[in-house]
């Protein structure tokens, strides 16, 4: 063993977690060390090659609002970006990209090789170095030891990773990587319990053996699309994805070979994601569905692999092949890659503090896959928030916590640390209570503030964004201040938008609040004296539209905020508190939440609970008062 250098923080992984992770810490001014198995797989994408998506979307404009990285890599290495959902309200939109995965991958390294305080290196962690509980670093299988404050563990899905394809099983990480083996047998040793979870991947085929014609196109936005707020260039060249569907043959074929399936053979296998089901588990769950949807996703500028989104299985090879054949298009379809699934180990995240650093060991924080979630944007989210954090405690900075009404990733990890997982978690806008603030068009409005505290935003981004909230400011104002008349043109324009005339003169305001109208009615009877850019525009339009649900929204957070603000004492003893229900004594002391809020959302706590831990912490209020 030799010694090989001394770093305030070491990020283990650099898979999508571990590169947010890296850069945050390094962009805070801490000495990083970044450690992967493979210099060529930074940043890879081992499943879908897509980034964004219902609510996953919105995280990706968070990390980018927090001066993360993600957006801006998608931005300059995309093959078709669309904006979702826009038929309905602004809290469900979102984007999703389609991306090239090996551009991705050059791109991300690119950006780590050049960024200062962060060191990248090739190497396996075998082993943590822990004395008297507080983690001091790391020791790779080359006998490299290297010291830190603080290190972050993103293994994603390699700790003891098992691939499953039918009936043959072998050790490896996805994409046939070596697995992490020591790392999880340690962390076991270290009392860290783990779980064991599944994912799966499809086929990829061959691109020139595809029956274009007997499906449908799905092509990308005409309009430019951006997820960071820093891109000005805009990718107009994109590439097509194709939509085509499962039928009946494809179903009895899928029921005939179930037995075959690594996921229902009968062998004790992990769990699996339930918003991301294999092939075999639509059919099982959903056998009244006549067809599924296969979407056709092209991996890159410079390949003929596409992969087969709907397709995810780990039957035997032959028989994803007779699966391609029933399905239109796919017919002569060729396949390049198998689909298989993986088995891996999983840190309970209930074991984790809300800054995502361990309870059981000091100095150790983990994130990503690792923490049972599943998708890439899960895991970038986890990933900037533990650099931020790994590198404040070793800075003696401020440490970063995002509230569930301040950010989906705040909701995240709520939902981790707090109530825990029992598969693989994925984000959806159903889990946020107050989606309507957590909109895709509003994240630098709600994180740009917090991004530039942690020192992560420059200088000039933080003018332009101080820029646009002025200005948005002032258009709010001017139209809450003109009285727009009622004039022939007015009636005219009301009349051929379908809405009731005017009776009298109207604030702008006012009349922009009907359904019908939009901010680009309003600006051509009373235009602003100079041009505002259109996302400006969009907020002026959605913060008059939409006031009173956002009033009710923010009056909502305030009061579960006062609950937030009520601190549990750090030593308290759940045993001392009489008349807790014995689950809730038991799941109050496995997460000790650091306040009633986060104790209120508890898995098996309920309300009569609250109420008598109130009781009990006021009343340790007022004992403490007459002894002072």
């Known amino acids: 063993m030799y010694d090989a250098g001394r770093y305030d923080v070491i990020v283990i992984g650099a898979g999508h977690a571990g590169v947010e992770a890296g850069l945050a810490s390094a962009k805070r001014g801490a000495k990083t ?4 198995l493979n210099l060529d797989l930074i940043a890879f994408m081992p499943c879908n090659p897509s980034v964004g998506g219902p609510a996953k979307g919105v995280v990706v404009r968070e990390i980018d609002a927090l001066g993360g990285q993600m957006g801006k890599t998608i931005d300059k290495t995309h093959i078709q970006m669309r904006l979702l959902n826009t038929s309905k309200g602004p809290a469900v939109r979102a984007l999703r990209a389609q991306a090239d995965k090996v551009l991705y991958q050059q791109e991300m390294k690119r950006v780590i090789e050049n960024q200062e305080n962060l060191t990248l290196r090739q190497g396996m962690v075998e082993e943590l170095i822990i004395e008297d509980g507080v983690c001091k670093g790391v020791v790779t299988e080359t006998k490299a030891r290297y010291e830190a ?11 003891r990773g098992k691939v499953l394809i ?3 099983e072998y050790e490896s990480g996805p994409n046939n990587q070596r697995p992490t083996i020591a790392l999880s047998k340690q962390l076991e040793d270290l009392g860290m319990e783990l779980v064991r979870f599944k994912t799966g991947t499809p086929m990829r085929v061959n691109s020139h053996t595809i029956d274009y014609s007997k499906t449908e196109i799905q092509p990308g936005d005409e309009e430019p699309r951006a997820f960071s707020y820093e891109t000005t260039e805009f990718i107009t060249d994109q590439i097509p994805c194709w939509l085509t569907y499962t039928g009946e043959v494809t179903h009895k074929i899928i029921d005939d070979n179930l037995s075959k399936s690594a996921m229902y053979s009968g062998a004790e296998r992990g769990t699996g994601p339930r918003y991301c089901p294999s092939i075999e588990d639509k059919i099982v769950r959903f056998n009244d569905k006549p067809r599924h949807q296969v979407f056709l996703e092209p991996e890159g500028r410079n390949t003929d692999e596409v992969y087969v989104q709907g397709l995810s299985t780990s039957l035997p090879e032959y028989v994803q092949k007779q699966l391609l054949e029933t399905v239109p298009g796919l017919e002569k379809a060729e396949i390049m890659r198998a689909g ?17 650093e361990t309870k059981q060991i000091e100095g150790l924080f983990t994130a990503g896959q690792l923490n049972g979630t599943s998708g890439y944007e899960e895991a970038a989210a986890q990933g900037i928030m533990a650099g931020i954090n790994a590198a404040a405690k070793a800075l003696d900075k401020e440490p970063l916590i995002l509230d569930r009404s301040q950010a989906y990733i705040g909701v995240l990890i709520d939902d981790l640390v707090t109530k825990g997982t029992d598969e693989p978690y994925r984000l959806l806008t159903s889990r946020a209570e107050y989606r309507l603030l957590l909109r895709h068009d509003n994240a630098d409005l709600r994180l ?38 009622p004039t022939d043109e007015v009636q005219e324009m009301i009349q051929e938008l379908g809405g009731s005339p005017l009776k009298d003169g109207i604030r702008a305001a006012d009349l922009l609040r009907r359904p019908e109208v939009k901010y680009h009615h309003i600006k051509q009877i009373v235009p602003p004296e100079a041009v505002l850019p259109d996302e400006v525009e969009e907020q002026v339009e959605i913060h008059i539209k939409y006031e009173g649900y956002i009033k009710k929204s923010n009056q909502q957070v305030e009061k579960m905020r ?15 508190i009489q008349g807790l229900a014995t689950e809730a ?17 508890v898995s098996g706590v309920n309300p009569a609970d609250i109420s008598i831990l109130l009781v009990y912490l006021e009343q340790g209020v007022k004992s403490k008062a007459v002894n002072e």
């Open 340 to 356: 298989y699934a993986i088995e891996y180990d999983a840190v309970v995240p209930t074991q984790l503090w809300p800054t995502l």
């Open 33 to 36: 060390l970044m450690l992967t």
């Open 562 to 576: 006062k609950m937030e603000n009520k601190k549990i004492p750090e030593h308290i003893d759940y045993d001392d």
């Open 149 to 159: 404050d603080q290190v972050v563990v993103t293994t994603g899905t390699f700790m």
């Open 448 to 485: 740009t503030d917090i991004g530039y505290k942690m020192e992560m935003i420059s200088e000039e981004r933080y003018a332009n964004f101080n820029r646009k909230k002025q200005q948005i400011h002032d258009e709010i104002k001017r139209l809450e201040d003109t009285i727009i008349k």
């Open 166 to 168: 039918g009936d043959i």
């Open 585 to 601: 004594r038991e799941r109050l002391k496995e997460v000790q939440p650091l306040s009633v809020g986060q104790a209120s959302r």
